[in-house]
């Protein structure tokens, strides 16, 4: 078991749908982040909060949009997505500074 | 640019054996390196992580090698078990919280 917990496991939405990734970490973490993985690839990185606060946005077009409403969750807005947004969507925290990441299991998104 | 990158993209070994799995970065200022473990259906598991004024550390029937020299990390396990098939990742900060992933080896063991 992972001690990031993400939400939904799995999901799958139409173009013109609106839905929200959750996730959820207790380990006093005052950094998380999302990174995308598609089939056979390495995670790529999307956005950082490092105490509350957007420190990284990798160029993310627009229709995803993350919130941080406190330091132990992270959600993630889906908008107008496309097909091509399918993916495996990871959610992970750490402390300040080097240290490892801890990933969640993940939500795997299907854009019909 | 930044890129990690891995020389073996499968690695077959048997039940028993030593397992050594490599891995190329190109960034310099890289100064924390890590390698995960990833099982299908889940997210990447940490096995190890060395900072760049290391050149070796050892874990649990793994070690990691840092040659800053060459820009070349790699991962060793010990008497490798059916259970440690999975894709590793290795990755690598700047420490700036933006960690890059290389492209990943699937280690397959057969008994």
């Known amino acids: 078991d992972t001690e990031v917990t993400q939400t939904p496991k799995h999901l799958v939405m139409g173009m013109t749908n609106k839905k929200s990734l959750k996730c959820e970490q207790h380990m006093g973490h005052r950094a998380m982040y999302w990174y995308k993985q598609k089939a056979k690839k390495p995670p790529e990185l999307m956005f950082v909060y490092s105490y509350e606060k957007l420190s990284i946005n990798e160029s993310v077009p627009s229709r995803f949009s993350p919130e941080c409403p406190n330091s132990s969750l992270l959600n993630l807005h889906l908008h107008a997505l496309q097909p091509e947004d399918s993916a495996l969507y990871l959610c992970?925290?750490?402390?300040?500074?080097?240290?490892?990441?801890?990933f969640g299991n993940g939500t795997r998104l299907t854009v019909t | 640019g930044e890129s990690v990158g891995l020389h073996l993209p499968t690695l077959s070994v048997q039940e028993g054996d030593n397992s050594i799995i490599n891995c190329a970065y190109s960034n310099s200022a890289s100064d924390y390196f890590i390698w995960y473990k990833q099982e299908s259906g889940k997210g990447p598991q940490f096995i190890i992580d060395?900072?760049?004024?290391?050149d070796k550390r050892q874990g649990q029937r793994v070690t990691v090698l840092l040659n800053k020299t060459v820009k070349h990390l790699s991962l060793q396990i010990a008497a490798t078990q059916p259970g440690d098939s999975a894709v590793y990742f290795c990755a690598e900060s700047t420490g700036f919280q933006k960690l890059v992933f290389g492209t990943g080896t699937r280690l397959l063991v057969s008994p």
């Open positions: 060395i900072r760049s004024n290391m």
């Open positions: 992970a925290s750490s402390q300040e500074g080097n240290s490892p990441l801890h």
